[in-house]
């Protein structure tokens, strides 16, 4: 009786059927990733990019150091944008002193400068994202004809699955720099690492006019990005051309003076023109801001709505992700 209604099928035929399962099972996949995932991640990264934007009045947070009073103070974020703050040293190397920086300045260099300062991280990120944005709007399902259609299909999910691998190479690396580059290398993408890198603090310093009063030769300052939060570094320097006294090496002998220990204390940098040594590295973490947890929360989310979608093509297509290229 079963044979008779459900008859068996020679091995031909059986292959064709199942080839033709799932063509049409890739098919619907296909539609799904076109009418909800790509509309959703859409969503998701013009959100992200709202959440970076310039938007008044910014981010207010609190910078100070753990134990101690080597570093207090506050800055406002903007966008991508440190547009006011201030900064009360007390370095154990260097003499008290206090930084601002405000949004209002009657000099005319610091006018031309928008009043702060740009953070690379945070520009290069939004274009990270605008680069993500612009690779979903570059994605085109195509159907094809009857004749063709199985080609069709498959060569259309070949092109998905690619630009989904990198949409997710995007995320990654956007991601990364909301926990910090440092700690956490991001894989290099072909669009932006050529771009978009940042430089080390020596390289690009900050100019000296954009702060109240100017900041001395002796002080290096910059902020990157480090678990959603602000992370300001401060240095005092001194030249390699400079050679300990007498007296500094009898208190060093004896132990009453004592070099201050960190990770770069034994390098020499390029800064200015000139050659220097880190004497003093403090650093300290600012709150989290609010935004940029919430940028990095709707990441998470959008890095594994795309691992989903990539481990739906594989399981429909049998292919590794060389071949599918």
Known sequence: MSTTVYPYLSPEKLKEAEEEARIKELSWLLESLEEDTFQALKSGIEECLALLAPVHPGSTLVLSSHRSENIKGHVTRIGSQIVKGTFNLRLRTHAPYNLSISPVSSTATVAKSNHGFYLPSLKKLSTLLEQALDCLNSVHFSSGSQNDQASSINSTSATIFSQLRLLCSLFHESLSILKGSDLYPAQSTLLASSQCDTKAWNEEPLESVIFTPELPSTLALNINISDCSLLLTIRVLEPCSQTPTISSLFLAGIGVQRRLEHDEMDQEFLYRGRLVRVKEKCQVESSADPCL?????????????????????????????????
Do not use: Y
């Open 293 to 325: 947890l919430s940028c990095a929360a709707k990441l998470q989310a959008l890095e594994r709505s795309t691992l989903g979608a990539m481990d739906a093509l594989r399981a429909l297509t049998g292919r590794k992700d060389e071949e599918l290229e």
